[in-house]
């Protein structure tokens, strides 16, 4: 799989991101997806630009999403969704009631325009990584709208949030799949340092606080039910193990865990449809990266855990969020004027040969 960085969140500056914009992915969507085919890909990650889609409250204008919904149409590229990509209307709290609502009423409107476009299964993801969302904007002032000490009351609001938009969406398309990302990660703490063990395990298992809500397992009173735990796509990357209150762990440190563990401890707790739903690196270890990933999945696959599919992401080169320094983490790199974008040789190669490897994987298990 692909995905295309769509990030649309406010910076402190005040700037606001649209990084689908900014990669010019709106213009050159048709191009992108054969591109896209001719390595393989028929499926894709995109996000929606809410606060583009909703500049008044309740009037909606989705000709920033319609090109994208009708390339991969006309194209015949199945499209996973984000519907909240850490960006929103600037006049809503996302601390307010409101705040849902106007999220479930947009979901809804979303649906509408998308099931009168193609008569595909909709994807779709209520809120991209609700736990980074609320560790970054709500515990450490990195994303918007840079409260700290807020964490778990962002978390219930995206979670509600959430829910709201799952029943909007299957209100008017009951056949919609829902896909709920989040980063995987480990953290251990330092060998010399047995004391931190609980306190270091306690911020491992915090990565599941967001599915056990939406699935009722944990704070039941905020509404979750098992069946709005339908999808899961796990986020990883080479910086998501990491020594307690210290820095990453390398993936070829004898104290890294294998990723392969991770995956099968998320297929044993949920027991659903899973997916590697971001993964990549910069420059020349995207290869690299994107091997041992592979890898990993392959092993996860003979164990016995199912998983769907692998999504490099992002899958174009594109601006940092903070700097605007030009991110070599794609597949392909920045259009130019026509729309040709260059390919990145080295991981193209890997991706035909991890492919491969896959397929006669899945050969062998007919």
Known sequence: MGGFECSTQRLLSG?????????????FAVADYQRLQQQGIYTVREGLCWHLIEQSPEKYDFSSALPIIRAARDTKMQVIWDLFHYGWPDDIDIFSPEFVSRFGNMARAFMELLTEETDQTPFVTPVNEISFIAWAAGDVAYLNPFARGRGDELKIQLIKAAIAAIESVWEVNPRTRIVHLDPVINIIPHPDKPEERDEAEGYRLSQYQAWDMLAGRFCPELGGQEKYLDIIGVNYYDRNQRIHNEGPIKYNDPLYRPFRELLQEVFERYGRPLFVSETGAEDDFRPVWFNYVCTEVVAAMKAG?????????????????DDDRHCHNGLWDYCNESGDREIYQPLADELQYQRQQI???????K
């Open 305 to 321: 855990v199912p998983i769907e599919g692998i999504c490099l992401y992002p899958i174009v080169n594109h601006p940092g969020w």
């Open 15 to 27: 700037k606001r991101l649209n990084v689908t914009a900014a990669t010019g992915h709106d213009k």
């Open 359 to 365: 397929e006669l994987l899945m050969k062998s298990h």
